[in-house]
C-alpha cells in the first residue's frame, strides 16, 4: 500500500476511535496539550506517564465504542492529552511517509494488518 492510501485508512481509524464525542478531541484536551506543548513540558511528560499511555490505551483500543465513550467521560485531559501526542506523533510520521512516496508493505489480511500496525504506532514500537 502507498503510504497516502494507509494515511487516509489512519484518519478514519483515529476519528472512530479517538475523535469522538468526549474523547481526545474534547477543548480541555486540546487546551491541555497546548499547554504542554508551550511549556516545554510534553517530553517530560510524554516519558514520566509512558507506561501509564500504554496503559489507556490498551484499554480503550479494546473495548466497544460504548465503553470507550465511558472511558472517555472519566478520564482527565492530561490523560487523553498524551493519547493526543501518540496520535500527533503517527500521524507526522504519515504525512513523512506521503511527502517521500514511501511503499509501506503490510502482511497479513489487510483491515487485521492495519489495525495492528496502527496499534503498533500509538504505542511506539517498532514494526
Keep these: 500500500m502507498t503510504a497516502k492510501e494507509i494515511s487516509e485508512a489512519w484518519l478514519k481509524y483515529i476519528e472512530d476511535t479517538f475523535l469522538v464525542e468526549n474523547g481526545c478531541d474534547r477543548p480541555d484536551v486540546g487546551e491541555k496539550f497546548k499547554f504542554l506543548e508551550e511549556s516545554g513540558e510534553l517530553g517530560l511528560a510524554r516519558e514520566r506517564d509512558r507506561i501509564t499511555t500504554d496503559m489507556l490505551l490498551a484499554e480503550i483500543l479494546s473495548g466497544s465504542p460504548e465503553s470507550r465513550s465511558k472511558m472517555f467521560s472519566i478520564t482527565g485531559p492530561g490523560s487523553l492529552a498524551l493519547v ?44
Design 84 to 127: 493526543r501526542d501518540r496520535i500527533q506523533c503517527g500521524t507526522q510520521l504519515l504525512v513523512g511517509f506521503v511527502q517521500k512516496g514511501v511503499q509501506i508493505n503490510i502482511e497479513g489480511e489487510e483491515e487485521h494488518a492495519l489495525e495492528d500496525f496502527f496499534r503498533q504506532m500509538l504505542f511506539q514500537r517498532p514494526v
